[in-house]
C-alpha cells in the first residue's frame, strides 16, 4: 500500500472520471453533478498528492519527488478553477456537456503522469493523453465556426508538435540506447554528438509548442480566442503549468549537462517571447487575444529563470508559474463575467464604465492588470523581481534589461485596460456575475494583494522543490 | 546474396509505388499503389529479423488504414484534381524546404555516432533466444504496463472526443415505447362518429390522438 501512496492521485482520477463517465450516462442533465463530483476529485487528488512521500515507481518509469507535488497542486488549482468557471459558463452558452469535466479529469491525469515521467516514453504518453483530451475541449461549442477552428487549428499544431517531441525523442534514445532519464543523464555526462544535440533541439521545440512561446506562439492567440471562454480558462493555466514544470524537469534531468547545448535556445525562446509579449498585444481589441499575446510573454520571464540553470533559477521560475496560475485563473473570471443581454461579450471597449456600475468587478479585474503589468506590491512585481534578480546575479544582465525593457512596454497595454474600465464613458450594463466567477474572481485577488504580506510559505516551497529537482 | 537481391527488389518497387502515390491523376490508384507500398515496406522489416513490426505495417496500414483511405476516395466527392492545382506554383518552395531537410539529414548520418556507452546503457537488450514478438509482449506486459494501459485511456479519450463532437440526439427519434402503448384505453383513440345519410364522413380533429402517442 505504502508503495501505491503517490500513484493514489493518477488511480483515482483515471477510475473516478470512469465512473463518472457512467454516472453521466445514466441520468439526464447531468453535468451540475459530475462537475461538482469532477471538482472534489481534483481536491481529494490534491490532498492525496500533498501528503505523498518522494518514490520511484514502475522500475523508474515514474517519479515523483517535491518538484512533482508542487507543479501538480498548481494543475489541481487551475482544473478546479477552470472547472468552478464552467458551471455556469457553459449553461448559459448551451454548451453544458457532462463529458467536459470528465475531458478535464483526463487531461488532469496526462499531466501529471508527463511530470512525475522519469522515462521518455511515460513523458510521450502522459503529453499525448492531455493534449488529446485538450484539443477535443478546445471544439467543445461544435455548433460555433470559431471554437471549431480552434480545436482543428489546436489539434493541427499540437500533433505537429508531438511529432517533432517524438522525433527528438527517437533521435535521443537511438544516440543513447536508453529512454531512462537517470541514464540519460550518465550517458551524457561524457558530452553528446551533433545527432543527440539534433534530437535535443527537437524535444525542446515540442515542448516550446505546447507552452507557447514565442516563435512557436502562432497558435496561442486563435486558439485563446476561438475556444469557449471558460476552456481558455483551463488552457491558460494548467496546461502552462504542466508544460512548463515538463521544460524543467528534462532540461534540468537527462539534458542537465548538455547546458551549453540548449542555453542558448532557451535564451532566443525567452527574449523572443517577452519582446512578442509585449509589442504584439498593443494592437489587439480583443480581451481574450490580449491575454493570449500576455500569456506567451509571460512564459518568457518564466523561462529566463531555467536559463541561469541554478537551483535560484529553477526557484523563480517554480514561483513566477505559481503566481501566474493565480492572476490568469483571475483575469479570466473577470472575462466570463463580461456578459450583457445573456451574450458574452469579448471587446476591451465593451469595459467601458465598468468601474461605475460594477466596481468590486473592475476592481478585481484591475488588481489582476496591475499584477500582470508588474506593479508593486502586488503579487505579479514580486514574481518579476524574483526572476530578473536570480537572471542578474547570475551574470545575465542583458537578459535582465531586455526583461525590464519589455515589462515596461507591457504595462501600457495592461493599464489600457485600467483606464477603459475607470475613466472612459460608457454603459457596459453587464448581466450579473455568476457565484463561481465571482468567487474565483475574490479568492485570486485576495491571493495577489496578500502574497506580498506573506511571501515567505511559496518561497520555502519553491526552493525545496527547486532542490528537489536538481538532486 | 539471395537476401541483397531481395532487399533491392523490395525497396525498388517501394520507391516505385511511392512515386506513382503521388503522381497518379486517379485517386483509386493511387490508394492501391500505396497499399503496394506498405507491403513492400512490411517485406522489408520481415527482411530485417523484424517480423512484429511488419505484420503490425500489415495488419493496422494495410488492413484498416488504407481501406479506410479507399473508402473515403470512393464515397466521398472530393475533387482530386483542385488539390493538384497548387502543386506548380509551390514546388519551387516546396523542393527548397525538401532540400533544406536533406542536406540537415545528410550532416546527421555524415556524423553518425553512438555513445561510447550506449550498448552499455540499454534499459533492455534484445534477448537472444526469443522471436522479437515474444520479447515485445514480454516487456508490454510487464515492465511497460502502465503505459499500455494509459495508452487504453488515450484510446477512451479519444472516443468520447468522437461522440461529444458528433453525436446528436434526435429529438424526433422514432423509438418504441411499449409502457405508453399498453397504458392506451380507448377513449384516447377512438373516435364514434355518426355519420348522416348521403353526407359523407368528416373526421373530427385527431390531435388529440397524435399528442398522447
Given amino acids: 500500500m505504502t ?52 518514490a520511484v515507481l514502475f522500475g523508474g518509469l515514474l517519479k515523483t519527488s517535491l518538484f512533482t507535488r508542487y507543479a501538480d497542486t498548481l494543475i489541481y488549482l487551475g482544473a478546479i478553477a477552470a472547472l468552478i468557471l464552467s458551471l455556469d459558463y457553459n449553461k448559459r452558452e448551451g454548451i453544458a456537456r457532462f463529458e467536459y469535466p470528465i475531458l478535464v479529469l483526463f487531461a488532469v491525469l496526462g499531466m501529471i503522469v508527463m511530470i512525475s515521467a522519469a522515462d521518455m516514453m511515460s513523458l510521450y504518453i502522459g503529453f499525448e493523453l492531455q493534449s488529446l483530451a485538450l484539443y477535443i475541449c478546445a471544439a467543445l461549442a461544435r455548433d460555433s465556426v470559431r471554437s471549431t477552428e480552434a480545436g482543428l487549428k489546436y489539434f493541427v499544431l499540437g500533433a505537429l508538435a508531438s511529432g517533432l517531441l517524438l522525433y527528438g525523442i527517437s533521435l535521443v534514445y537511438g544516440f543513447a540506447g536508453t529512454t ?139 514561483i513566477y508559474i505559481a503566481i501566474y496560475v493565480v492572476m490568469s485563473a483571475g483575469a479570466f473570471a473577470c472575462v466570463i463575467a463580461m456578459r450583457r443581454n445573456g451574450q458574452a461579450v469579448e471587446r476591451i471597449s465593451d469595459l467601458a464604465g465598468l468601474a461605475g456600475e460594477h466596481p468590486g468587478f473592475a476592481f478585481a479585474f484591475a488588481v489582476f492588470m496591475w499584477s500582470m503589468a508588474g506593479i508593486p506590491p502586488l503579487g505579479g512585481f514580486f514574481a518579476k523581481l524574483v526572476v530578473f534578480y536570480t537572471a542578474f546575479n547570475a551574470g545575465y544582465d542583458a537578459l535582465t534589461i531586455i526583461g525590464i525593457i519589455t515589462s515596461v512596454i507591457g504595462a501600457f497595454y495592461y493599464l489600457r485596460v485600467i483606464k477603459v474600465m475607470y475613466f472612459d464613458k460608457g454603459r457596459p450594463q453587464f448581466d450579473k456575475t455568476s ?28 526552493g525545496a522543490a527547486a532542490k528537489a529537482l536538481m538532486g | 546474396m539471395i537476401q541483397n537481391l531481395a532487399f533491392y527488389l523490395f525497396s525498388f518497387i517501394l520507391l516505385a509505388s511511392a512515386v506513382m502515390v503521388v503522381t497518379n491523376r486517379n485517386p483509386v490508384h493511387a490508394v492501391l499503389f500505396l497499399i503496394l507500398g506498405f507491403v513492400n515496406a512490411a517485406v522489408l522489416f520481415l527482411l530485417a529479423g523484424a517480423e512484429f513490426l511488419a505484420f503490425i505495417l500489415a495488419i493496422v496500414y494495410v488492413g484498416a488504414v488504407a481501406v479506410l483511405f479507399l473508402f473515403v476516395v470512393m464515397m466521398l466527392d472530393v475533387d482530386f484534381a483542385s488539390l493538384h492545382e497548387g502543386f506548380q506554383r509551390y514546388a519551387p518552395v516546396g523542393a527548397l524546404v525538401a532540400l533544406i531537410m536533406f542536406a540537415e539529414l545528410a550532416f546527421i548520418a555524415g556524423t553518425w555516432a553512438i555513445a561510447p556507452a550506449g550498448s552499455a546503457d540499454r534499459l533492455f537488450p534484445t534477448p537472444a533466444d526469443v522471436s522479437n514478438t515474444v520479447a515485445l509482449g514480454q516487456l508490454i506486459y510487464t515492465a511497460y504496463l502502465p503505459l499500455f494501459q494509459l495508452s487504453g485511456v488515450i484510446l477512451l479519450v479519444a472516443m468520447i472526443g468522437a461522440i461529444v463532437l458528433t453525436h446528436r440526439d434526435r429529438k424526433r427519434s422514432l423509438h418504441q415505447n411499449i409502457s405508453a402503448q399498453h397504458a392506451r384505453t380507448p377513449e384516447q383513440t377512438l373516435v364514434m362518429i355518426r355519420s348522416p345519410l348521403g353526407e359523407g364522413v368528416a373526421l373530427p380533429q385527431t390531435q388529440k390522438e397524435e399528442e398522447t402517442l
Fill in chain 1, 180 to 318: 531512462n532519464f537517470a541514464a540519460l543523464g550518465g550517458v551524457f555526462r561524457q558530452g553528446a554528438g551533433l545527432g543527440t544535440v539534433v534530437g535535443v533541439v527537437f524535444v525542446l521545440i515540442g515542448l516550446a509548442f505546447k507552452i507557447s512561446a514565442a516563435p512557436f506562439h502562432m497558435w496561442a492567440p486563435d486558439v485563446y480566442e476561438g475556444a469557449p471562454s471558460s476552456v481558455t480558462a483551463l488552457f491558460a493555466t494548467a496546461p502552462k503549468t504542466a508544460a512548463l514544470a515538463l521544460f524543467l524537469s528534462v532540461m534540468a534531468g537527462p539534458f542537465a549537462h548538455l547546458t551549453g547545448q540548449w542555453e542558448m535556445l532557451i535564451q532566443i525562446l525567452a527574449v523572443l517571447s517577452m519582446i512578442i509579449g509585449a509589442l504584439a498585444a498593443i494592437g489587439q481589441s480583443n480581451i481574450k487575444r490580449l491575454l493570449a499575446y500576455s500569456s506567451v510573454g509571460h512564459m518568457g520571464y518564466a523561462l529566463m529563470g531555467l536559463v541561469t540553470g541554478t537551483v535560484a533559477g529553477i526557484q523563480a521560475s517554480l
Fill in chain 1, 435 to 462: 457565484a463561481g466567477a465571482g468567487f474565483v474572481m475574490a479568492v485570486g485577488a485576495f491571493a495577489v494583494i496578500v502574497f506580498v504580506a506573506v511571501p515567505g510559505p511559496l518561497m520555502a516551497v519553491a
Fill in chain 1, 3 to 54: 508503495d501505491f501512496y503517490p500513484l493514489l492521485p493518477a488511480l483515482f482520477l483515471g477510475i473516478g472520471g470512469m465512473g463518472l463517465l457512467l454516472a453521466g450516462l445514466a441520468k439526464a442533465n447531468a453535468t451540475q453533478p459530475v462537475t461538482l463530483s469532477a471538482i472534489t476529485l481534483l481536491i481529494a487528488a490534491a490532498f492525496l498528492t500533498v501528503t505523498a512521500p518522494d
